[in-house]
């Protein structure tokens, strides 16, 4: 059975301090999802990793895939209140018959205080 | 805007009702998952449909069921209601089986 485990599940931080939240897996697996959560809303697609050293940026989130490691990490930089939100790693296996659907971790509930 | 839209938004049922969800995926899209979210958790897959045929489905019991119709729309059933069922309910929406799923922005349902 795969799992997910994501840590922090929760952090507090304050703006223009960088942090990292971890995401570990504990099957092969063939994609790799970052999402974004805001309180009572759907998830937004962050970023998809789909192999070994890949690198994805888009303004202060930066997310990366060691598959050796079965390790995902979604680093922030110089943090700012907006970015307070829900933070979600989902892996996806590419099964040979049928789907078994994105398994989630249980999220990383990050508050950045002024 | 992903182009998935759910209906309806929010929903208060009562236990031991029935209750149908909806999801009109992107046009093109022949992929729909469908997912439990309970409170401070992360979703759980429900099942999965593929032209029109379930084709994978997580520990949900046989209460939980599907369709999904030519016109790029599905719904999610679900009988005796519980209380447990109380979640948001997301559905995603593929163009192929086994690529990026683009999210609905959820249907709350409460069961009291």
């Known amino acids: ?40 809303k759907s998830l937004e697609s962050l970023f998809v990793l789909l192999s070994n050293g890949a690198v994805k940026q888009e303004g202060r989130l930066m997310a990366s895939l060691d598959t050796k490691a079965r390790l995902s990490t979604l680093h922030i930089t110089a943090a700012v209140h907006d970015l307070s939100a829900t933070y979600f790693c989902a892996v996806d296996i590419i099964a040979g018959g049928g789907a078994d659907g994105l398994t989630f971790g249980k999220g990383t509930h990050l508050i950045i205080q002024p | ?50 032209r029109e045929e379930e084709n994978g489905r997580g520990n949900f019991p046989p209460r939980f069921s599907g369709l ?35 999210f609905g922005q959820g249907t709350r349902l409460t069961v009291v």
């Open chain 2, 68 to 102: 999904q119709f030519p016109n790029y729309s599905s719904e999610l059933n679900v009988n005796a209601l519980e209380l447990d069922d109380s979640a948001l309910y997301l559905c995603a929406s593929s163009l192929q089986m086994n690529t990026e799923a683009f």
């Open chain 1, 1 to 40: 059975e795969l799992k997910v485990e994501q840590n922090p599940l929760f952090l507090s931080m304050q703006e223009g301090k960088n942090y990292t939240i971890y995401c570990n897996y504990s099957t092969t697996s063939d994609r790799l999802y970052w999402y974004r959560q805001d309180p009572g």
């Open chain 2, 1 to 50: 805007e992903t182009g998935v839209t759910q209906s309806p938004t929010h929903l208060i049922k009562t236990r031991g009702q029935q209750v149908t969800l909806r999801c009109s995926s992107q046009s093109g899209h022949n992929t729909v998952s469908w997912y439990q979210q309970a409170l401070g958790q992360g979703p759980q897959f429900i099942f999965q449909y593929y």
